[in-house]
């Protein structure tokens, strides 16, 4: 069984770019470059260019949701 090329570009959905996150979340790409280079936000460099897991996107902004809403209670 031989995988398209139509196939293989569905994967790329999964992948955000830093204009996509920055988009996504409502925030500068200045802002995504600073978290990616202090490692606090799920990324992976490749090729020179900082790439986001769309998944680990989305459970890091539930996470961080989680986090400041337990925090305001104290």
């Not at 196939?7 to 790409?29: P, R």
């Not at 490749?46 to 337990?70: D, H, M, R």
Request: with cysteine.
């Amino acid at each position: 069984m031989a995988s398209s090329n139509t196939e293989k570009a569905e994967g790329y959905d999964d992948i955000m770019t830093v204009e996509m996150v920055a988009d996504y979340l409502h925030v500068s790409v200045s802002k995504i470059y600073e978290l990616a280079q202090k490692r606090e936000i799920p990324c992976n460099k490749a090729t020179g260019k900082w790439l986001f897991p769309k998944q680990l996107i989305l459970e890091w902004q539930i996470n961080e949701s989680i986090k400041y809403g337990s925090e305001e209670g104290k």
